[in-house]
């Protein structure tokens, strides 16, 4: 009863201190970071931009990101947020004629995948730079209370977790006696047991209620005493993705707490209910571990990410079982070996260490190699470990290693027939119970490393930090209702997947001015969907696309329809390119695949005792080994057959609807295209100009044909429609087929 007495008085100094810091405001910071932006940071632009754009690492929470703009006298001129299209992207359109000078950007995303917040403003230029504006960097340092409530969390939830695995794995195998009815075990045992698991209970359920509080704060940007009230974090619990995980947590440990209660209830009247309430105990809290790596650093990681997440949960497993177990043994053992003495406490002592060394041991492994793999998504160059992230890391290593070193030094003495050279240290710990209290308490020094590591925020890679040149074309000599104009377009963020295209246009333009645009891929043969622009501000349109969907060569076909009617056609040439896409995923790297295999094979080696004794009760004569062969051999064979008919199919499919053209168009189709075009065509193509049957249908068929089957129709015409008189070259057959893509659209 002593050592409960003094448990309760450390838990409740711990809250005390928690208290007197929750007050303390709290830097925001964030496990993200940004992989492209436009404009970069500290960009002198000759003009002012259109918008602002910042893809991140990770998806955004719309509900709590903000972004404004300011500027030099900090005056608000725009405010924006995450984009309905994309939620890694924040964008916010500009006002038109911003005047030179100096803008500051104040981002505030909150990450989706645990939570946490950029504090971060950023800097451009319009003009010229200006001298003393600079923006601020986000904090790579661990907020102090998040340290806190991830402590006490993982320290309640850990040893939860240890205990009913300690009393499945180890003390019911090792002191089992179906005498105790209630749960196998000696009465004494089962009430100290029952004890730790209760207080370990309500520390997580503590924990878990301060980790709201605190993401409160951090999302509405809010003091301790605010962020206690409901209509604050309610909002962050059903509408945020951190939020949802937490609900699952909370309901998985309602449902331990419930079957704990039902094996406190039942004991007496239905002893034998005891120990399934237990053991299904350790299945539920195996969840919550596991909802803890949902909101962990792999969840944001480029490599892998739903992999990273798994060698998460092992990772956190492993570190239950052992670590959890061993302060979960320190606790019990007192009153589990007080009847005994001499050698009687001391056999009793072996069999249960022998027993939780087995197990310590697998689970040391296990840690070993889930960490390693899980350090080289983020540790990749000597800069990544020179960073906040890097130094938590390494002191997270040391304190793990002395733990370990104590671990084996137990694990030495257990077996001192095997280990006689080391007889001198095995007298020192004969006895175990000192040592074994101060591992437990080093545990607890490791918990603390471990809390400030899942606070501080990784690395950013280098790829992220180099700048990118946005795709941009401009058209000087551009003429609309009769008057000189501009037009420049900018695809953002420029390479494969969704873009946005950005058309500005610098003249006299009515309200009611058309613009129309079309991707082109020449190499494919290929044309994207034809897309009418929005009408932003004063010469601005808009609009976005998948077009881009391989790197290469691509064109712009850009129609702008005036009052009157008239088109003008403007073509722009594009060189897409690796660099300016938006990295999402990141392959493996060597030692990504290394640390991974090394995972794969302790996972086995761990399992190779439960495969054993599955082995054991196999049926193995030659007649079931036969047929399971055979229908092992079968299932590969339709599984790989399967997918290479579905493969071949869409391979069929694509090759039968938009085969590699064996004649590409070389011929960029612009207004001089259009005008050279139009001219061969009334010369060349007479017979098509008459209104007739045939040329209707071909009309009607323009925008289905690809350029090289309007090109061959040049030649040998289609169907009944006759082919163009005269000499004609490539190139003058290229601008036919230009115009004649008009022709469809004029109707």
């Not at 130094?391 to 997270?396: A, G, I, R």
């Not at 471990?450 to 795709?471: H, N, R």
Request: proline fraction near 5%.
């Amino acid at each position: 009863m002593r050592h409960l007495i003094q448990m309760n008085r450390i838990f409740y100094g711990v809250l005390l201190g928690i208290l007197l810091l929750v007050s303390a405001p709290t830097p925001t910071n964030a496990h993200g970071y940004i992989v492209r932006a436009i404009p970069e940071n500290r960009a002198v632009l000759e003009r002012a931009p259109t918008r602002l754009q910042y893809w991140f690492s990770e998806a955004l929470e719309p509900n709590f990101s903000e972004l404004n703009l300011r500027d030099q006298n900090g005056d608000i001129l725009a405010s924006g947020g995450v984009s309905e299209d994309d939620n890694t992207l924040m964008t916010v359109r500009l006002p038109n004629n911003l005047p030179d000078g100096a803008y500051i950007v104040e981002l505030r995303p909150a990450f989706a995948s645990d939570g946490h917040v950029i504090a971060e403003s950023r800097v451009f230029f319009v003009g010229e730079e200006v001298g003393g504006v600079a923006g601020q960097g986000a904090s790579d340092t661990a907020v102090p209370l998040e340290v806190i409530w991830r402590a006490i969390t993982y320290a309640g939830t850990l040893v939860l977790f240890g205990v009913f695995m300690l009393y499945a794995l180890v003390l019911v195998p090792a002191w089992g006696n179906l005498k105790h009815r209630a749960g196998l075990l000696p009465p004494r045992v089962m009430t100290r047991l029952n004890w730790i698991a209760g207080i370990a209970l309500l520390v997580a359920f503590i924990g878990n209620g301060l980790a709201l509080i605190q993401q409160t704060m951090t999302f509405f940007g809010i003091g301790f005493t605010q962020a206690l009230d409901q209509n604050f974090w309610s909002v962050v619990r059903i509408g945020s993705r951190f939020g949802d995980i937490w609900n699952i947590r909370m309901l998985f440990l309602l449902v331990v707490a419930a079957m704990f209660a039902a094996s406190l209830y039942f004991r007496r009247s239905q002893p034998e209910t005891v120990r399934p309430f237990w053991i299904a105990n350790a299945w539920m809290m195996s969840l919550v571990l596991g909802s803890f790596s949902v909101l962990s650093h792999a969840a944001g990681s480029l490599i892998l990410p739903w992999v990273g997440i798994a060698v998460d949960w092992l990772h956190a497993l492993a570190v239950g079982l052992w670590a959890g177990g061993l302060v979960a043994l320190v606790l019990v053992l007192p009153v589990a070996l007080q009847p005994y003495t001499d050698e009687t406490r001391r056999f009793a002592l072996i069999a249960v260490l022998r027993r939780f060394s087995r197990w310590a041991l697998v689970c040391v492994a296990l840690v070993t190699v889930t960490g390693i793999y899980s350090a080289s998504n983020w540790i990749i160059t000597p800069r990544d470990a020179s960073t906040n992230f890097g130094l938590s890391l390494f002191v997270k290593l040391a304190l793990v290693m002395v733990l370990i070193a104590i671990g084996g030094l137990h694990h030495i003495a257990l077996r001192p027939a095997k280990y006689t050279r080391f007889s001198a240290l095995i007298a020192r710990v004969n006895t175990f119970l000192p040592s074994l209290r101060f591992e437990a308490i080093f545990v607890f020094i490791v918990l603390g490393a471990v809390a400030w590591l899942s606070a501080t925020p990784v690395p950013i890679p280098e790829f992220a930090t180099q700048e990118v040149e946005t795709p941009r074309a401009v058209i000087n000599n551009a003429t609309i209702n009769g008057e000189p104009a501009t037009i420049s377009m900018t695809i953002s963020p420029g390479g494969t997947g969704v873009n946005t295209y950005d058309v500005q246009v610098d003249g006299n333009l009515p309200d009611t001015t058309d613009i129309q645009l079309t991707m082109i891929n020449p190499t494919r043969d290929w044309r994207g969907d034809r897309y009418r622009l929005e009408a932003v501000e004063d010469g601005l349109y808009v609009t976005a696309g998948d077009d881009i969907d391989t790197l290469g060569a691509w064109w712009t076909a850009m129609d702008i329809t005036d009052d009157d009617g008239d088109t003008t056609r403007y073509a722009f040439s594009w060189d897409i390119t690796s660099e300016a896409s938006v990295i999402q995923s990141r392959n493996p790297s060597l030692i990504n695949l290394l640390a991974l295999l090394a995972v794969l094979i302790v996972s086995g080696w761990a399992m190779y005792p439960l495969a054993t004794r599955v082995y054991d009760r196999l049926d193995l004569s030659p007649v079931t080994v036969t047929i399971a062969i055979g229908i092992v051999i079968i299932t590969i064979f339709f599984i790989v057959f399967g997918n290479n008919l579905v493969q071949q199919s869409r391979d069929e499919f694509a090759a039968r609807f938009n085969p590699e053209p064996n004649i590409v168009n070389t011929v960029l189709p612009d207004q001089t295209s259009l005008e050279l075009g139009e001219a061969l065509y009334l010369e060349h193509c007479i017979v098509w100009q008459s209104v007739s049957r045939d040329f209707n249908i071909f009309r009607d068929r323009i925008d289905t044909l690809r350029d090289e089957e309007l090109y061959i129709a040049t030649i040998d015409g289609w169907r009944n429609l006759p082919a163009c008189e005269g000499e004609i070259t490539v190139t003058e057959r290229w601008h036919i087929v230009n115009y004649v893509r008009t022709i469809a659209n004029s109707r």
